[in-house]
T-cell receptor
Framework: EAGVAQSPRYKIIEKRQSVAFWCNPI?????LYWYQQILGQGPKLLIQ????????DSQLPKDRFSAERLKGVDSTLKIQPAKLEDSAVYLC????????????FGSGTRLTVV | GNSVTQMEGPVTLSEEAFLTINCTYT??????LFWYVQYPGEGLQLLLK?????DKGSNKGFEATYRKETTSFHLEKGSVQVSDSAVYFC????????????FGKGTSLLVTP
């Protein structure tokens, strides 16, 4: 089966610019997660969707980050304006949901803010 | 809150040495526990998991046992190979947090010939 697709693979932007990341989960996976992985650290959950509804966005910096999952399939994560500390790998993962442990991670988008 | 604590790295071992990477957790409720591996330049991959106390997860020669009494899930391998060089992440999920994975900081392993 196809994996979780993410794009772009790499992105370099200047601080205060905006950027958007795209994720296409595995077909049929109801639950979608966005994680931020700063170099040398473990992934940190930013937001979780169940179909097109938000389950948990408590760790999303809402003053600059936003995410949506229209039609319960693809998702986009946006940062506006970016800060230097946003440099990280942004990972998307999906699962069937409801306690299914078949999490599948995408390859991630590596963001560098200069 | 719920959290995972892993031993600090990097861990450097010679080929065929015994590996232990310690992982302890704090959780409200009964978590499921996981080990993920990230090879250089690659994405996160599930290595093994255990969903209840005393379960043992195993894969590719790696093992970990869910110890409720010590809130631990230590990763072990009897004889490491150079190809095991990677970053290893311990993680937990709970139903009351939407089953989102909560990761530790990761432990880097370097195996030398």
């Amino acid at each position: 089966e196809a994996g979780v697709a993410q794009s772009p693979r790499y992105k370099i932007i200047e601080k205060r610019q905006s950027v958007a990341f795209w994720c296409n989960p595995i077909s049929g996976h109801a639950t979608l997660y966005w994680y931020q992985q700063i170099l040398g650290q473990g992934p940190k959950l930013l937001i979780q969707f169940q179909n097109n509804g938000v389950v948990d966005d408590s760790q999303l910096p809402k003053d600059r980050f936003s995410a949506e999952r229209l039609k319960g399939v693809d998702s986009t994560l946006k940062i506006q304006p970016a800060k230097l500390e946003d440099s990280a790998v942004y990972l998307c993962a999906s699962t069937l949901g409801g306690g299914d442990y078949g999490y599948t991670f995408g390859s991630g988008t590596r963001l560098t803010v200069v | 809150g719920n959290s995972v604590t892993q031993m600090e790295g990097p861990v450097t071992l010679s080929e065929e040495a015994f590996l232990t990477i310690n992982c302890t957790y704090t959780a409200t409720g009964y978590p499921s526990l996981f080990w993920y591996v990230q090879y250089p330049g690659e994405g996160l991959q599930l290595l093994l998991k255990a969903t209840k106390a005393d379960d043992k997860g195993s894969n590719k020669g790696f093992e970990a046992t869910y110890r409720k009494e010590t809130t631990s899930f230590h990763l072990e391998k009897g004889s490491v190979q150079v190809s095991d060089s990677a970053v290893y992440f311990c993680a937990l999920t709970l139903s009351n947090s939407g089953y989102a994975l909560n990761f530790g900081k990761g432990t880097s392993l370097l195996v030398t010939p």
